[in-house]
């Protein structure tokens, strides 16, 4: 019995939401805790009632159909701010009280209220384990239909919208892992109760950190260092600091210098990365660097690079110096992803998520963000200084190779390793357990 009751106190119900990949992304490296080692995607599990499946859909079909919209300039901009009125984030200053509920949460609520979530939580209530959830709709349910365990929600972004809070936060006992001090300011505005805030930091996963200790991660920037200034301009001037954080260097690189550019899940943005390719396409023939193009788990986002890649002349290199990384499955695509960042000296995506895969020591090129919260992930990235705004796609060949020669990319590493934190994951952990 006392055997059985310790295991159940290692185990969590992780919830996830199958909308995009940022939930799921952040659900991904609290898996190790999971129950039998599974996210449990609220949208889109096993028995999930036909009436709750259709109000899931409803609004995944509407945030990705916005969000392939967006390239087009007057429709997409209209429609795109129709959305951002329903998550709109309030500017943080002058601080005041943000507790009063909103027209978005009142349309969540109206919808549980009728039932909706009441099925995924009366099958997880017969297993009371802690629940932590990477999205707000599952707490709100759990907290609603009095789910019988404690009540975790994950935030996935540097600072978020009044959606995220209960309608009436200082009776909920909904607990926040915040990603950064901007989160844990925020929720306090929106009435949450500081013994519900924690500050975790975002959980990055274990492949990528190694152990508290973060050997992996340090090991993979000391490479990359080497890789980012070319010329020592930046290792000559802070030299002390990269011992202090990384170790001594190695000798040379085991890689060649990598860029890697990620697309959101809708597939938004992939035309930016084939401009930046085609710039850079003579530096791919001739081996000075290597492109990893992030398809996800969209074969239409795979085709697309792959005919624009053949269309540029650079079908010879695929697999060398120029790869397309596609997957199945939503979790096969993660661990690829993280396999691949081991390797890579530069992230180039939209400030989704991934903006605090930049606590591993990757820079990252910020492409235009999508919705208020990119918007403030932007913010977060370039106040830490470890990320640089993208310019002109079509001549990063020029603008990239500046960011090498003076060193301004081996900072942006270290600024993120230095400055964001990186025990998310070990984090959450303990104070679940």
């Known amino acids: 019995m006392k055997k059985s009751i310790m295991n159940k106190e290692k185990k969590a119900w992780v919830v996830g939401v199958d909308m995009g990949y940022g939930h799921q992304r952040t659900a991904y490296p609290l898996k190790s805790f999971a129950f039998e080692e599974k996210v449990v995607n609220a949208n889109n599990y096993a028995g999930i009632p036909d009436n709750d499946r259709n109000v899931w859909e409803l609004a995944r079909n509407f945030y990705e159909a916005i969000s392939d919209f967006k390239k087009f300039p007057f429709l997409g901009n ?7 009125k329903f998550q709109r984030i309030l500017s943080f200053y002058p601080k005041r009280d943000l507790s009063k509920s909103n027209f978005s949460l009142k349309v969540i609520f109206s919808f549980i209220k009728r039932g909706w979530g009441k099925d995924l939580i009366s099958k997880l209530g017969k297993n009371p384990l802690p629940l932590v959830s990477t999205f707000f709709t599952p707490v709100f349910m759990a907290e609603v239909f009095g789910y019988p365990g404690e009540i975790y929600c ?12 209960s309608p009436n936060p200082a009776k909920s006992k909904i607990k926040y892992f915040a990603p950064n001090s901007w989160v844990v300011g925020r929720l306090k505005l929106y009435g949450v109760k500081e013994e519900n805030i924690f500050l975790t930091g975002y959980p990055l996963p274990q492949e990528n950190t190694g152990s508290e200790k973060l050997e992996i991660a340090k090991i993979d920037l000391a490479y990359r260092l080497l890789n980012l200034d070319p010329k020592k301009i930046y290792r000559k001037e802070y030299s002390p600091l990269i011992e202090k954080y990384v170790g001594i260097l190695p000798e040379k690189p085991d890689h060649p210098l990598t860029i890697m550019f990620s697309v959101g899940g809708a597939g938004a943005q992939k035309e930016i990365a084939v401009k930046y390719v085609r710039s850079l396409a003579q530096k791919i023939k001739n081996r000075e660097i290597k492109v ?9 986002v795979y085709k697309y690079f792959l005919d624009n890649i053949k269309i540029i002349g650079l079908e010879d290199n695929l697999d060398k110096n120029i790869e397309i990384v596609f997957a199945d499955t939503i979790s096969e695509y993660f661990a690829k992803f993280n396999q691949k960042l081991r ?4 992230l ?17 090129i910020i492409a235009p963000p999508l919705g208020s919260q990119e918007i403030f992930n932007k913010r977060w990235l370039l106040r830490t200084g470890s990320a640089i705004d993208q310019d002109n796609p079509n001549y990063a060949d020029q603008w990239l190779s500046d960011l090498l020669n003076n060193g301004g990319l081996a900072e942006a590493a270290m600024q993120g390793f230095v400055e964001a934190e ?3 994951t070990y984090k959450i952990k303990k104070i679940v357990f």
Not at 78 to 84: P, Q, R, V
Not at 343 to 346: A, L, P, Q, R
């Open 292 to 300: 990893v193009l992030m398809a996800g788990t969209r074969k239409n």
């Open 78 to 84: 209209l429609a795109f701010g129709i959305l951002e």
């Open 343 to 346: 390797k890579t000296d530069v």
């Open 422 to 424: 990186k025990l998310g």
């Open 154 to 165: 994950v935030i996935c972004d540097a600072d978020i919208a009044r959606t995220w809070v």
């Open 348 to 364: 180039w995506t939209k400030p989704s998520e991934l903006s605090f895969y930049t606590a591993l020591g990757v820079p990252i």
